[in-house]
């Protein structure tokens, strides 16, 4: 089971809600399913995002993928770290791993997310 503590998207990008602030990152089955991957793409801080609008792009050997945003807000930090080492996203998706911190600005948008259970039953009904 993926972890509780966060919401998550359709398209694969969980986000985690600590007050205003939200961290935003990619689950393990995008991760697996993207593989061998080759370069991230993120928008500096102070970039506004727009919830279901994309906001970067994750390149693997296979495929580029657009990454959407979960929550409206503004960038307050991207993960330095992860644009240097993108295997800390095979090691760790859910806190190494994470790509963005974000103020929201709505975080009533966290009502349309899936929860934990919802988002294995995605994952269940993907592989299926």
């Known amino acids: 089971m993926r972890p509780n503590d966060r919401k998550y998207q359709k398209s694969h990008e969980w986000v985690k809600l ?3 602030v939200a961290t935003i990152g990619i689950t393990d089955y995008a991760v697996k399913h993207l593989s061998d991957l080759v370069f991230l793409d ?3 801080p ?3 995002l727009m919830a279901g609008e ?3 792009e994750i390149e693997s050997v296979k495929a580029v993928s657009d990454l959407y945003s979960p929550l409206t807000g503004r960038v307050i930090e991207q993960n330095e770290a992860l644009l240097g080492q993108l295997d800390l996203l ?3 998706p859910w806190e190494a791993g994470w790509m963005l911190k ?3 600005e709505k975080p009533q948008e966290m009502d349309a997310l899936l929860d934990a259970e919802d988002y294995e039953k995605l994952i269940a009904s993907e592989e299926s």
Request: proline share 11%.
């Open 18 to 20: 600590e007050g205003d």
């Open 42 to 44: 993120l928008p500096d």
């Open 46 to 48: 102070d970039t506004d």
């Open 54 to 56: 994309p906001f970067g």
């Open 90 to 92: 095979n090691k760790d």
């Open 102 to 104: 974000i103020k929201v």
